[in-house]
């Protein structure tokens, strides 16, 4: 039997990490990534702590917010900011002055910020992430081709085709396909 998780109180935690309780809450009030226009699930995402903790952000439930890794990034690291206006609704701001909010149905531009059409400010969320991830470290070791005796058998790829109806054109079987 699980305890009832209060969405709307401020739990809190005295550590950098958020409690199970703490974390649960945050993912059912989330329910998806709180960037704007991504649909991942808050399950999956890491808590953020919206005001960093190590400038002073507590653990607690107003100051946390679910981002999949890679918004994560995106904000930690390229100039994205929010902030909590109610429980599950988020104001951000990108690194250009365009203004979204975040609710839990969906993602609305905000009128009479820099940046125009909704596909346009998509694109350069999608540039400077793109730019972020190219100053990131590469791969410690290079994936290397098989050679040798560890070298996998070649393969001849058949290709069965099927009826309509599920069976193996021209035998005239019934077996279904092996799916």
Known sequence: ?????????DYS??????SPKLREQAI?????CAFPF????????????ITPHEQGGPTRSANLGSLCRRHHRCKTHDGWSYVMLNPGTY???DPHGTQYLVTPATTFLLPGTRGGPVVRARQRALASMRATAQGMPNRRHQVRPFTGEHAPASRTHQTTAYTSTGRIAGTGGTDPPPF
Request: hydrophobic share 35%; charged share 35%.
């Open 1 to 9: 039997m699980r305890p009832v998780i209060d969405l709307a109180e």
């Open 13 to 18: 935690a005295t550590t950098y990490e958020a």
């Open 28 to 32: 059912l009030r989330d329910r998806t």
């Open 38 to 49: 991504c649909n991942r699930l808050a399950r999956s995402a890491d808590r953020d702590h």
């Open 91 to 93: 104001y951000w701001c």
